[in-house]
């Protein structure tokens, strides 16, 4: 083995057990910590168990996307599908987020709706007094 060949794995190792802390360690313990610095608005919840509850849920989202998604999108495109698939989840994560503040405004404003319209149909079927 030379030396061009022992440095070049080297590198290789080392990027990939970088990646691999990133992905796998870093940010799942990320969103545990967003969602028990969060917690504060639920009382109740022991801190503890909230995190655990936040390393869980980050963990199974990254690790599908990491684990399944991912690998599949390299190894069937050569690394070009890479891109795409990255602003593919990024705008569904933008239009997610839009619609999570979106949705209970938009239902509120149903329900108001719907709830006039019957109050006004029933104000119009009431009887009146005095008129034939």
């Known amino acids: 083995m030379t030396t061009q060949s022992a440095a070049s794995n080297f ?9 691999l ?11 545990a910590i967003v969602f028990a610095a969060s917690t504060h608005v639920i009382s ?9 509850a936040g390393l869980l849920t980050a963990g199974a989202v990254h690790a599908v996307k990491s684990i399944a998604v991912r690998p599949v999108v390299t190894a069937t ?5 890479n891109v795409p698939v990255s602003i593919m989840e ?5 239009f997610l987020s839009v619609m999570a503040v979106v949705l209970p405004i938009l239902a509120a404003a149903i329900v ?6 019957i109050s006004w149909w029933l104000w119009r079927k009431a009887p009146t007094k005095g008129i034939p």
Do not use: C, E, K, Y
């Not at 802390?21 to 969103?31: D, E």
């Not at 495109?77 to 599908?81: D, H, K, R, V």
């Not at 108001?112 to 319209?117: A, D, K, P, S």
């Open 77 to 81: 495109t050569a690394g070009a599908g």
């Open 11 to 19: 590198d290789t190792r080392h990027a990939i057990t970088g990646w």
């Open 90 to 94: 990024d705008a569904v994560a933008t």
């Open 21 to 31: 802390a990133r992905t796998v360690l870093f940010v799942p313990f990320i969103g």
């Open 112 to 117: 108001i709706f719907i709830l006039v319209l």
């Open 44 to 52: 109740g919840i022991h801190p503890v168990l909230a995190m655990a």
